[in-house]
């Protein structure tokens, strides 16, 4: 064993290089020490606001820019993710170094500068709206709503994670991006008592997420601003000049988020939407954030490389040392080891270096994500008093990525298949609750999905330690790009590198990654080096000081011309496959999913990871009254599409077991109609992993037909049905229909109708518009899409009572089925659980934790329990009884336009999605502290405390002239029952049954 002691920065770097373990230092990993940290949860009981007033506006206090709409200006550079005049002005607004803004919405462009920046009419490019300013005035910090001694009693009492834009109403603007949803200021207050036996230790708080810019006040004592929406931040209490503690005397921290403006071009929402935590530590401490386990384990050396960052406040200069213990999951130390003695003095941190072996460590795969936990321990060495304890999760494995075996993990060359992702779900926006994000992940592996892209920003905490643990592989990527924002990208870095799950650091997606200097990506690739040396850096788009190259939504031909003049360059498919479609009049989306998807198969690309998405998503509607994406393969109530079965087939079915960047699912035959009974014209489309398809209709069986092209869909033949007295019960208004022919004989609306009519099963759908005409003929459904051209027309659809496809094996054995049954008339409301529920993988019961979230399915059905999907009902949840909330209604249809925080919502393909959450706390660590710090009390907000015998949550789901109905939702008081132990037992599921045996 030797030591180096060298400087760094200003910090003392203490290495311990091990050459044996012989005579190592070993501790029991089943003893914690007794430590001073305790972290309290922070999120309930906050006042909010909603909008700036009574003394505020949208920006930092002036936007006084002088109108440069169409000039141009020298000096400039690209700052890419404004996507809107007002989103480009604020954001130089708030950065106290800008002078010059100019924006092209049309085109998503919007460039910042500098006082030295020179702006003229002459000065090409010319752009449609800006601004200048000679100086800056300084950041407003004065506001009545930041005052320790306002009276909020009149504010709402609210909980966090909280999305103050989802609650609002939608509203036709003129901005498509980001839901129709207005966007403003708003304010949080939180009164907080701190306890007296704190005072003297280092105390922070710590904000996971606040969107958009966040300014804090403490006491009325203006603090800090943080201007990232999508990383956390600290606040430091103990050093705020009359800051208070005992149980007499109470604090108050005000927060303002401006989420008036942001940094997308879909919906972000609004406000503190991640949870926040009140952290006590001692004077000495590790710095948050600051312990590194690299989960690069060297194949020879096998050594396990632990870095913490430690710091002192106060007049203290105590000798130290740093211990390291890796802990398998059964609690069994598997190595330890200490640093050299150091000695720690406020305003001078240092970093430690830890050397473990890791010659018994199992790898970290996607089939077998072995964990770990490393407890650290910060040691007094004079008197032998534990100063700080953290217990950082880690996993350890093998990568590689070159150009002839593309990605490599572990030895195994592994070709990505995976999706993109935005962060927003039905009735919550983007305060998705952690047992939600299960659901999430464990969908993708459900079809197929071993990588996940974190688009286009860092997410939650919480979502990377499910993909640990899942076994899914994850890009990290970054939200702005620019010079003015690399510490964005190093706190992303520094709080994401422990996860090893992550296996690249993105920089920027697409256009954003544009710059006119190219100075930003060599920073960048400085901030994310220094901080994880070994995971290379990519972009999904263009850009340099990168490792990997990444293209977005790039046809075979782009990535053989980058391949020709960069040979030695890795590339993926980051993004493709913005295949859109709905539940009802789905369009046929295979052609897109099939050729999108290629490149990715090319001996030189590592995959396809960027599947555009896996969930719809709030925003990019593309048109009122439209407001969600229509890309996901679930929609945004969770609900799966037609086009998810497609990924089934291909990504599951298809693919071997022994493939090792397939999720560890059984490998299950597909057999999926993927027509709703109310869309049949003259053929039905049907998935199947066998080698011949028969259908039955009503009780009638067609000819078997061979499966010649496997993956894809086989359009199987239906009778057409006997009309009768012309009837074309399907409306088929504002939608243009592909594949029908042209009669140029007639002249109106009805007419057409009668031609059709007149041409018996030849024709069962009939188009018209002024301008286009008479359109006629058989085509499905399912190739009709929203149009604004003014077309009427109609269709007929086949009675179904039920129809039956059956897929057949060589030997001509049956090997799958599935039956769709059609409805009469709605008679009842059925109710599921959906989460929690061994279905979705997601555990059986909901933990009083405060936080904890169920997904509620209601269908409507008819007398025979038979779904109805072509009668819109409106349905309304409550709470019946029991420790539960509702807080957000949804139903899929990307032109719902019901509030999110609403009881009612209306039917769509016969389901609606309930959201329920539980309001009481029995199992948060140190809840006796939040009884004490939190000073707000009432019943709107979660109850924490020791609560005994619990019932669960009784919820029910009305609609006039049906018969309600009624579910119990299972709680818990054991921590075994929270996400993230159920996701670690769930990592070989037996099958996802949810996606199996849905109907709708």
């Excluded at 007033?53 to 002036?62: I, L, R, Y």
């Excluded at 498509?176 to 922070?204: A, C, E, M, Q």
């Excluded at 217990?391 to 990605?407: M, P, Y």
């Excluded at 960048?524 to 788009?541: C, E, H, M, V, Y």
Aim: glycine residues 8%; negative net charge; proline residues 6%.
């Amino acid at each position: 064993m030797m030591g180096l002691v060298m400087p760094w920065h200003g910090q003392l770097v203490v290495v311990l290089l091990l050459a044996a373990c012989a005579g190592c230092m070993v501790h029991d990993a089943n003893i914690a020490p007794e430590s001073p940290r305790v972290s309290v949860p922070f999120d309930y009981r906050w006042r909010f606001q909603f909008g700036p007033s009574p003394d505020g506006a949208p920006g930092p206090g002036s936007t006084d820019f002088k109108d440069i709409s169409g000039q141009g200006c020298t000096n400039i550079e690209h700052n890419p993710h404004r996507v809107t005049p007002t989103d480009c002005m604020l954001a130089c607004a708030y950065n106290q170094d800008c002078h010059v803004w100019l924006q092209d919405s049309k085109i998503r462009v919007c460039y910042h500068g500098g006082v030295d920046s020179k702006c003229s009419p002459s000065i090409t490019p010319t752009l449609p709206a800006g601004g200048q300013r000679s100086s800056v005035p300084p950041l407003r910090t004065s506001y009545e709503n930041a005052k320790q001694s306002l009276n909020d009693n009149s504010w709402d009492l609210i909980d966090v994670p909280h999305d103050f834009v989802v609650a609002g109403n939608f509203k036709n603007m003129s901005d498509t991006h980001h839901s129709y949803l207005p966007r403003n200021v708003s304010w949080y207050r939180k009164s907080f008592h701190l306890p007296i036996d704190w005072k003297g230790s280092h105390i922070t708080v710590y904000f996971e997420g606040v969107f958009h810019v966040a300014q804090i006040w403490v006491n009325g004592q203006y603090v800090q601003m943080h201007t990232c929406g999508y990383t956390g931040f600290t606040v430091r209490l103990d050093n705020v000049t009359g800051i208070l503690y005992g149980n007499d005397s109470t604090n108050v921290i005000a927060v303002r988020v401006d989420a008036t403006f942001g940094s997308g071009h879909w919906y972000e929402g609004g406000g503190i939407y991640r949870r926040t935590h009140l952290i006590h530590t001692s004077p000495a401490h590790f710095v948050h954030d600051g312990v590194f386990v690299s989960p690069e384990l060297d194949p020879l050396e096998k050594t396990v490389r632990v870095t913490a960052e430690i710091d002192i406040i106060g007049s203290g200069h105590p000798l130290v040392t740093v211990i390291a213990t890796l802990v398998d999951m059964s609690g069994e130390s598997v190595a330890s080891n200490e640093s050299y003695n150091v000695t720690l003095a406020e305003g001078f941190p240092q970093t430690v270096t830890v050397l473990l072996s890791g010659a018994h460590v199992k790898v970290w795969s996607i089939q077998s994500p072995h964990m770990y936990s490393v407890m650290m321990v910060l040691k007094d060495v004079s008197h032998g008093t534990i100063f700080d304890t953290l217990h950082i999760s880690a996993g350890f494995r093998q990568t590689e990525w070159k150009v002839d075996t593309n990605f490599k993990l572990n030895g195994d060359s592994i070709k990505f298949r995976g999706f993109s992702h935005h962060n927003s779900f039905a009735g919550v926006g983007v305060a998705i609750p952690d047992r939600i994000h299960l659901f999430r992940a464990q969908a993708s592996r459900a079809v197929g999905g071993s990588f996940w892209r974190m688009s286009h920003n860092p997410y939650l905490p919480a979502l990377y330690d499910f993909l640990d643990v899942l076994g899914i592989i994850s890009w990290d990527e970054n939200r702005d790009y620019g010079l003015e924002y690399v510490g964005a990208m190093h706190d992303m870095v520094k709080r994401d590198r422990n996860h090893p799950s992550i296996v690249v650091w993105s920089y920027c997606n697409e256009v954003e990654c544009e710059q006119i200097y190219n100075k930003t990506g060599p920073q960048f690739r400085i901030a994310a080096k220094s901080l994880d040396p070994q995971r290379p850096t990519a972009a999904n788009g263009p850009t340099n000081g990168l490792d990997i190259q990444g293209l977005s939504h790039a046809k075979n031909t782009s990535f053989e011309d980058f391949h020709q003049q960069y040979p030695d360059m890795p590339l993926v498919l980051s993004e493709c496959c913005s295949c859109e479609t709905q539940r009802l009049l789905r369009q046929d989306t295979t052609t897109c999913m099939h050729d999108q998807n290629s490149p990715g198969l090319l001996p030189y690309v590592s995959g396809s990871l960027g599947v555009w998405t896996l969930f719809d998503y709030y925003g990019e509607s593309h048109g009122f009254p439209s407001v969600t994406s229509s890309y996901g393969n679930f929609d945004l109530a969770g609900f799966p599409k037609p086009h998810a079965y497609w990924y089934v087939l291909n990504w599951m079915a298809m693919i071997s077991t022994d493939d090792y960047g397939r999720p560890p699912l059984p490998s299950n035959h597909v057999t999926r109609i993927l027509d709703l009974p109310g869309e049949i014209t003259t053929r039905v489309e049907v998935l199947s992993s066998g080698a011949a398809l028969q259908l039955i209709v009503n009780g009638k069986p067609g000819d078997k037909v061979e499966v010649t092209n496997p993956g894809e869909p086989i359009q199987a033949k239906v009778d057409a049905p006997e009309r009768v007295n012309c009837s074309f019960p399907r409306n088929l208004t504002s939608v243009q229909c592909r594949g029908l022919d042209h009669n140029g004989n007639v002249k109106t609306p009805g007419q057409c109708k009668s031609a059709c009519c007149d041409a018996g099963p030849s024709c069962v759908i009939w188009q018209f518009a002024e301008k286009q005409g008479c359109w006629m003929g058989t085509a499905d459904l399912s190739s009709c899409e929203p149009s604004e051209d003014p077309w009427v027309g109609a269709g007929d659809i086949v009675t179904v009572k039920n129809i039956t496809a059956l897929s057949f094996d060589t030997t001509g054995k049956v090997i799958g089925s599935h039956t769709i049954l059609g409805a009469a008339q709605a008679s009842a409301i059925s109710l599921e659980l959906d989460v929690p529920s061994p279905d979705t993988g997601t555990g059986t019961a909901l933990v009083l934790d405060g936080h904890d979230a169920a997904l509620v399915k209601a269908s409507v059905v008819d007398a025979a329990g038979v779904l109805v999907t072509d009668q819109v009902v409106n349905i309304t949840f409550r709470v019946a009884g029991g420790p539960g909330a509702l807080i957000g209604i949804g139903n899929g249809d990307n032109h719902l336009h019901a509030n999110a925080k609403s009881d009612n919502v209306p039917s769509y393909g016969g389901l609606a999605r309930g959201i329920f959450q539980v309001n009481l706390d029995c199992v948060s660590k140190h809840r006796d502290r939040i009884v004490q710090i939190d000073v707000d009390h009432g019943p709107t907000t979660v109850n924490p405390g020791a609560c005994g015998t619990v019932d669960s949550i009784s919820v029910e789901a009305s609609s006039p002239g049906l018969q309600t109905a009624h579910l119990t939702i299972p709680v818990s008081t054991s921590a075994e029952d929270l996400p993230l132990p159920v996701a670690k037992k769930s990592v070989a599921l037996e099958g996802f049954p949810f996606l199996t045996n849905f109907v709708g």
